[in-house]
């Protein structure tokens, strides 16, 4: 898969360049008490970050980036790595119905602005194994329920967490320059 030239250069600037637009409206909503919202990490930037960390504290290599997101030799063309981020507590990232996954990273950036702090864990399951079909997305309805009904099932990171501690592994915590 083609990275596009999207070299640690690249990332180091769209980081930089991001992070400083999101401190700039910090300060100003911290001065003016103004409801502006900050824009979120675009995934050029998430799905880069995460290729990286791969690379360097998953052992895979063969990690790579492209117009479909991030990319392994160690899984076949139908099961590649399923990426999302979230930066606060209450986002919820959309799971594609459809979507087969061979593993799920999760990348979380709620620490990423202030603190410099970005986490990524590695979910062991796949959208066929029973835990994951299993999983409860809200209080009475499963994955595999919302899968049936064509529904795109929306679950946050916690109650990933709550339900599939054992099969969640942090790859890694640190600042944003430890990835390299």
């Not at 992070?19 to 409801?35: A, Y």
């Not at 824009?39 to 504290?57: A, F, G, M, Q």
């Not at 329920?145 to 967490?161: D, F, L, M, Q, T």
């Amino acid at each position: 898969m083609n990275n596009f030239g999207y070299t640690v250069d690249i990332l180091r600037r769209r980081y930089k360049t991001h992070k400083e637009c999101c401190l700039d409206l910090h300060d100003i909503k911290q001065l003016t008490n103004l409801p502006i919202k900050t824009p979120i990490l675009p995934r050029d930037i998430t799905e880069n970050t995460v290729k990286y960390i791969i690379r360097k504290y998953d052992n895979d290599p063969t990690c790579s980036w492209g117009s479909r997101g991030i990319y392994s030799e160690l899984y076949d063309g139908r099961s590649q790595p399923e990426l999302y981020a979230f930066e606060s507590e209450i986002m919820s990232p959309p799971f594609c119905p459809k979507q087969y996954f061979g593993v799920m990273y999760i990348l979380d950036m709620r620490k990423w602005l202030i603190h410099d702090i970005i986490v990524l864990w590695k979910v062991n399951v796949t959208n066929e194994t029973p835990e994951w079909k299993q999983i409860k997305i809200n209080n009475t309805t499963t994955y595999e329920e919302a899968h049936v009904n064509g529904k795109r099932p929306y679950i946050s990171w916690k109650k990933i967490y709550e339900q599939l501690p054992d099969k969640c592994v942090k790859v890694y915590e640190g600042p944003f320059e430890g990835i390299f």
